[in-house]
């Protein structure tokens, strides 16, 4: 399994400058590439990454999305005097060129394509290019939006001839419609592209009919272009986060990508003069986790916008340390969606329905009023305040940003822990991992036996506990003191073990702990004072025990054949456990588990956003190979096997929506429509 991460930079790029004076392209300046750079050097993940180096486009690769006459006009300008650029930059909108600008535009196709290579040849495992100009919105016959050749489209066009690549995913997280990117693929079922942008019902550029969430592709391409229109500005970490858990990944594991490509603009981010946005850098850091467990990994990020220096270069930074598996930085704010965002994901999902299995069921009633109300919404007040209250203000807003980012950087932060996984002195199976594990000296039986009676007699009722215990405390205060970042551990009796774990994290001061229960669960903790959150994931009703807001039983027995856990784990187990936002999470796999290993290592893998990844595993002792691929998902050894996607029954559907229903009040990440009659 490849691993490493790429990262492609080359200062030529920095050449292309404006010329003369012109308000609406004067933001994308050179200083874009370099201050990225220098914060990555600052926070030493240069050093870190497997240098690429960037390498100039060869002609026929642009026309393998650009038409002969656009590439003629770019290569024309190389010669040309300040006023012959100007003139030949006023035939398109928001493009200045510089005599330098086509050999940086071939630099940065150039760039994209060698980052391709290294991931399709498993030099690296992903990586990020760093380049300007961006590419998104130049057309096959058009520069646009500060962009000359679509580098994002060239490289899925390569990708699909160098390597015979069926299913290319292109996320889009730049605050811009990539209409460029758009019009390329609207007929390419090869390539799914989605983008969410900021759109104001129509108001913001680049103002199209066919940026609004009802243009889902052309032809064959119909149901592969999704686009998630932002009605007002100030979306922030939580809207983001719906938008995946409820539109991008659940299209994304059904499509099941070999490679994904993200147009990766950060002017979505907070103090961008452009987006007006509020979503912090370390929200790219769990996007970027999100899209890693694709395609088995293989991910190419490619610099798009951008135009906040100190922003740009804070999530630039958040990108590329979880490239490289740093543990996820705990996301801030408040865990609610807001109305208009919550319903633009409703008129997404619903203009997808006829295209996608996992939305076979998806309730589209609301549409004979609603696109009235939205409308409505719109006269009501023509010009819409933000949703969420905006952090910043307008004026001198970028010394503020700067000033609010030191801050806010600052205690999002950590040391990253030495070892990824630490685990107790075994059987062979941990020990047979490619990547080094951190063994801990189990607590002796002495001081055990006094901790349990002091603490936990009425937990632990025999002897035969103790050993296990001992391993899972030791591992639990490792994990607690921040030296290791998660640790696995085996139990004869889960539920003691998990009973003594979650009471031990709360006397440790972890005041929210998550735990997901896999399988029989003899003993429920006390979930009253809602320091622990327990779902319960079995295949039938506990007896006796009702759900609350803290206690959540899912009952759910895994289709034979492959993975059909994926509407469950994204449609509500994330949005509940970024609702809760725990800082420890501990999943344990009991006897008489109703899900397969797929569903087990899914979990695993798309749990990690959480608690800075501190994750503490315990697995039955008699199931080596649930303890195997957790392992790996732990320490990151290989992106994760989630089996053969297998859609969801109309019965497993209407399960979720229940839940959704019953607990979306409290859990409001779980929100992805709006209640009718609002
Ligand atoms: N009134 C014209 C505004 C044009 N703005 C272009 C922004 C391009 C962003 C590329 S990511
Ligand atoms: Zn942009």
Known sequence: MASGTALIYDEEMTTHKLLWSDPVCDIEVPERLSSSYDQLKRYHLVERCVHVPAREASQEEILLVHSSEHLEVAKSTQTMNEEELKKVSGNYDAFFFHPNTYCCARLAVGATLELVDAVMSGKVRNGMALVRPPGHHSQRNAANGFCLFNNVAIAAEYAKLKYGLQRILIVDWDVHHGQGTQYIFEEDPSVLYFSWHRYEHQEFWPSLKESDYDAVGLGKGKGFNINLPWNKVGMGNSDYLAAFFHVLLPMAFEFDPELVIVSSGYDSGIGDPEGQMNATPEVFAHLTHFVMQLANGKLCVILEGGYHLKSLSESVCMTVRTLLGDPVPQITGE????????????????????????????????????????????????????????????????????????????????????????????????????????????????????????????IVKEDKNLLSLGSILAILDKILKKEVCNGIAESPTCSVSVAVALRHSVRFGFQRVLCIFVGDMEIIPNTEDGKILMIHICEKEQSGKTRSKHYISLNWKEDAEGNDFFPAVLGFILPVAYSYQPNLTVIAVGPNRSLGISGISLLFSLLQGLAESRILAVIKDTEINVMQSVAKALVGASAPQFGVYVPPTQEKVNKIKILRDQFQQEWKMLQCSVKDGI
């Open 335 to 458: 865990m609610a969606p807001c109305l208009s965002a919550v319903e633009s994901i409703q008129n997404v999902r619903a203009a997808h329905k006829s295209y996608w299995k996992w939305l076979m069921y998806e309730d589209t009633s609301f549409l004979q009023n609603l696109s009235t109300k939205s409308l409505l919404l719109k006269k009501a007040n023509p010009n819409p305040s933000t949703e969420h209250e905006s952090k910043i203000t307008n004026n001198d807003e970028t010394v503020k940003v700067e000033r609010f980012l030191e801050l806010h950087m600052k205690n999002i932060l950590f040391p990253v822990p030495p070892i990824k996984t630490a685990t107790t002195d075994s059987r062979g199976s941990v020990h047979l991992l490619p990547v080094p594990v951190h063994f801990v000296k189990e607590i002796d039986k002495t001081e055990i036996k006094a901790l349990v009676s002091g603490f936990y007699a009425d």
